[in-house]
T-cell receptor
Framework: GQQLNQSPQSMFIQEGEDVSMNCTSS?????WLWYKQDPGEGPVLLIA?????ELTSNGRLTAQFGITRKDSFLNISASIPSDVGIYFC????????????FGQGTRLTINP | DAGVIQSPRHEVTEMGQEVTLRCKPI?????LFWYRQTMMRGLELLIY????????DSGMPEDRFSAKMPNASFSTLKIQPSEPRDSAVYFC??????????FGSGTQLSVL
């Protein structure tokens, strides 16, 4: 089946640093989504991307839909303690569009 | 607006017992998804419904698992009999058009 390779698996940074994570696949996706999961909660949608090359921001978060439609990245600028959590990418495949494919997640830890 | 509501938040049961997880999707959403999350396998799609009709249950691990959606505002996931390997966090998610999923807070299931 289709898979998303999300990296890095974990990050340990200092408060105030910028963060970058990405997802890649051998398959093309119609839509890319980025979610954040806090401990004990469900994933919350951060950003949705619909067109190849699209660059979208949500506050300190910026995400891009890769030109090849096979990758996406998420950047967080000037990290703060509440950014701690697990970030997931998800892709909506061309075939079977109702079944999102999720990455394995990037666990972000911030040292104050 | 109320989000996706799941109950119970935590369930501890003994092997062999029946477990029923409940979900109330966001009003107006036409898709409902059940996911399971474990450290080893990440987020796995178990089954999804469109307009209360089960569309794809290929992710349901065994016949011990069943799901129903008797109306647009309620769904259940049942495990009978439960086994220790079923221990995981179970999420319900809903969406309009199967694109941007909104997740509930999950049910933490522990089978002893």
């Amino acid at each position: 089946g289709q898979q998303l390779n999300q990296s890095p698996q974990s990050m340990f940074i200092q408060e105030g640093e910028d963060v970058s994570m990405n997802c890649t696949s051998s398959s093309i996706f119609n839509t890319w989504l980025w979610y954040k999961q806090d401990p004990g909660e469900g994933p919350v949608l951060l950003i949705a991307l619909y067109k190849a090359g699209e660059l979208t921001s949500n506050g300190r978060l910026t995400a891009q839909f890769g030109i090849t439609r096979k990758d996406s990245f998420l950047n967080i600028s000037a990290s703060i303690p509440s950014d701690v959590g697990i970030y997931f990418c998800a892709g909506q495949p061309v075939q079977g569009a109702q079944k999102l494919v999720f990455g394995q997640g990037t666990r972000l830890t911030i040292n104050p | 607006d109320a989000g996706v509501i799941q109950s119970p938040r935590h369930e501890v049961t003994e092997m062999g017992q029946e477990v029923t997880l409940r979900c109330k999707p966001i009003s107006g959403h036409d898709y409902l998804f059940w996911y399971r999350q474990t450290m080893m396998r990440g987020l796995e799609l178990l089954i999804y419904f469109n307009n209360n009709v089960p569309i794809d249950d290929s992710g349901m691990p065994e016949d011990r698992f069943s799901a129903k959606m008797p109306n647009a505002s309620f769904s259940t996931l049942k495990i009978q009999p439960s086994e220790p390997r079923d221990s995981a966090v179970y999420f319900c998610a809903s969406s309009f058009g199967a694109e941007k999923l909104f997740f509930g807070s999950g049910t933490q299931l522990s089978v002893l």
